[in-house]
């Protein structure tokens, strides 16, 4: 199959740092290609792939301290999408709804998956305009805002079996591994570890929009001797910074769409303490891969008991219903569907 990948330039695919929805599209080309594909992904200059590559940007835009209009640089990556639209058996979007009003206009075979948040309310008469528009959700709770959409399946993330190394045994820290905002509640995960008594290792980037609620809100509590700041870590540091790890802690306050880190942990053999939203009971198994709770008293009396969970079943879980594989199996399926329904209409 001829399949087209377009990824959105902010990070390079795979990312060098944070970059979740990149780093999901990079897992799912790379997949595709080694199963006999012929990919192209359209991305950012400085990304590294087997398929071929067509490059929107020089490089990723959030790093390139000369990009000042990142809007400028998707409408050239649409203008090359589109130059080449007609090749593809099926154009995967993955850059929210910057492309819908041409898809609408083109013939192009096309299906999109929302890697954000939904529960916003601008987004309800942008929707409402483009319920034509064939989407794959990531968690069936990232479906709730917008239940009325043309919603073709779920899809959830996928990684590579051999990205992350399996430990049997337990570290002796608690790991926070994403953003610092007010939505992620590192804020949370510092009090889970004061109260236990285990380190916190925080490996987190401060977006510019945080920078103030990281400076009045965050800073003051890394003083606690408990806590330390890694600062933002790179994908090679990742394995090393999840699998020695006791538990990763997850305390969102949040509609998260998947939560990557989740299943990374679960790769490492690393269970989860996560608070009950978004994707979260879909994503982790109660008493096998991590506990899901609903407060702080909750959530200090599952750390407590993190010596029940089993770090081999997390990564059977992982192996189960989180590879690479599995991921690129069903967006084949829905690919196939497409092109189905597609002739289905031409006879």
């Not at 800073?219 to 020695?244: R, T």
């Amino acid at each position: 199959m001829r399949i087209a990948q377009v990824a959105p330039l902010y990070e390079s695919v795979p990312p060098k740092y944070y970059g979740g929805t990149e780093r999901v599209v990079s897992h799912l080309t790379e997949e595709l290609v080694r199963q006999g594909h012929d990919v192209t992904l359209f991305a950012s200059g400085d990304s590294v792939t087997a398929a071929q590559l067509v490059a929107a940007s020089p490089r990723a835009l959030r790093l390139d301290k000369n990009c000042i209009d990142q809007l400028a640089h998707h409408v050239v990556l649409l203008e090359k999408v589109f130059r080449q639209a007609h090749e593809f058996d099926v154009v995967h979007f993955h850059i929210d709804y910057l492309h819908f009003p041409i898809t609408r206009r083109r013939p192009v075979r096309h299906v999109t998956t929302m890697h954000g948040r939904l529960d916003i309310s601008d987004l309800i008469p942008l929707y409402d305009e483009f319920r034509d528009m064939p989407l794959v959700s990531i968690s069936n709770a990232q479906r709730e805002p917008l239940p009325w959409v043309h919603w073709l399946a779920t899809v959830y993330h996928g990684l590579p079996e051999n990205l992350y190394r399996f430990r049997s045994e337990p570290g002796k820290y608690f790991a926070f591994l994403g953003r610092i905002s007010p939505e992620k509640r590192v804020d949370r995960a510092i009090e889970i570890a004061k109260q236990i008594g285990i380190p916190l290792k925080i490996a987190a980037k401060v977006d510019l929009v945080d920078r103030q609620y990281f400076k009045a809100v965050i800073k003051p509590l890394l003083c606690d001797p408990v806590v330390e700041y890694v600062g933002e870590i790179g994908e090679g540091e990742k394995d090393e910074f999840l699998g020695s790890a006791y538990a990763l802690l997850f305390p969102i306050d949040w509609a998260e769409p998947f939560g990557l880190v989740m299943i990374e942990a679960m790769a490492c053999g690393t269970p989860i303490i996560a608070y009950r939203q978004g994707s979260v009971p879909e994503v982790i198994e109660q008493g096998a891969t991590g506990f899901v709770v609903n407060d702080l008293e909750d959530a200090v009396a599952a750390a407590k008991r993190v010596p029940e969970l089993s770090r081999k079943r997390c990564r059977e879980v992982f192996e189960q219903r989180f590879t690479a594989r599995r991921m690129a199996h069903d967006y084949l399926r829905v690919y196939q569907r497409l092109i189905e329904r597609e002739a289905k209409r031409a006879a």
